[in-house]
C-alpha cells in the first residue's frame, strides 16, 4: 500500500511538473487570491491534528504561503491533467507543487522538501487535499504527512 501510494505520489509529481510548460496561464479568476484555512491531518503517526496553511495564487501561476509551520518556495500552479489516472477521490482541477522551507510541524521536527497541492475552487472555498513524503528525523523510514484542505478566500 505504501508503495503504491509513493508511486502515485511520484506519477503526480513528474505529471504535474511536465505539463506545467505551457506558455499559457493556468490560473483562472477563481482560484487567483489570498486563502486561509485548515488541513485536517490523515495517518495516525502525526500529533497534530490539523495543520494551518495559507495561500496566495497570482495571475502568473506563482503559490507563496506556508503550510504549518514550512514555508512555500518556487511554488507554482498546473492544470491537473492527470485526473484520468487517478481514482474519483483524488480528482481536482489544479495541482499546486512547491518546495518547503522549514520544518511541516516545529513541535514534532517533521521536516519535508517538497509539497503537492490538489486543489478545487467552490466559490469561495477551495478544497483539496496536500501530500509529502520525506524520512522520518533520524530514521531511515518513510513517513506520508497527508491532509484533507479546506480554505476560504482571505479578508481583503
Partial sequence: MRARRAMWTGLLTVACW???NDAAQ??????IGHWQGLG???????????????????A???????????VLVQGRLVVDRTSLLMPARWK????????LSGPVVRTENIWRTSVQL???????????????????VLSSERRTVGARLTMCRAPE
Wanted: net charge negative; glycine share 12%.
Fill in 118 to 136: 490538489m486543489l478545487t475552487p467552490h466559490g469561495d472555498v477551495l478544497e483539496g487535499g496536500l501530500s509529502t513524503t520525506g524520512l522520518r
Fill in 18 to 20: 511536465a505539463s506545467g
Fill in 92 to 99: 481536482s482541477e489544479f495541482v499546486a507543487i512547491a518546495m
Fill in 26 to 31: 493556468t490560473a483562472s479568476a477563481a482560484i
Fill in 40 to 58: 485536517e491531518v490523515v495517518g495516525a503517526w502525526p500529533r497534530a491534528r490539523t495543520l494551518t496553511v495559507d495561500l496566495t495564487i497570482t
Fill in 60 to 70: 502568473d501561476d506563482s503559490v507563496h504561503g506556508t503550510i504549518g509551520d514550512a
